[in-house]
């Protein structure tokens, strides 16, 4: 199982990014996608997940409607959409996968994840 995370960059605050996780080696419609963040000296933060279905989305507390995730099956890829990006906002965001979860903020339940692309913000 491979995941690939795209789209990170520098951004300055208010700005919006698009990160792209392209996964290969499992069953994409039958898996749940999740975001998580680590910034520097904190612990993996729960950012989004979207169920294998697609039925179902949840959202860290701290998104407060900014980010959306979504997924196209089609090209077994999830995205997260994100603006008006905070300087808080900075860190590595990774793509985890979960076959047949039903959509949890808690990493270990997570089977799969990428290395991660930087995103920093900044002030």
């Known amino acids: 199982v491979l995941l690939e995370e795209s789209g990170g960059g520098l951004v300055q605050a208010g700005g919006s990014l698009r990160l792209s996780c392209a996964a290969s080696?499992?069953?994409?419609?039958?898996?749940?996608m999740a975001w998580f963040r680590q910034a520097p000296g904190k612990e993996r933060e729960f950012v989004a997940v979207?169920?294998?279905?697609?039925?179902?989305?949840y959202y860290g507390g701290f998104v407060k409607g900014r980010f959306t995730i979504s997924r196209d099956n089609a090209k077994n890829t999830v995205y997260l959409q994100m603006n008006s990006l905070k300087p808080d906002d900075t860190a590595v965001y990774f793509c985890?996968?979960?076959?047949w979860g039903l959509g949890t903020d808690v990493a270990a339940r997570y089977e799969y994840w990428g290395q991660g692309t930087q995103v920093t913000v900044s002030s």
């Open positions: 080696g499992l069953t994409f419609s039958r898996t749940t």
């Open positions: 985890a996968a979960d076959q």
């Open positions: 979207m169920t294998y279905s697609g039925s179902n989305t």
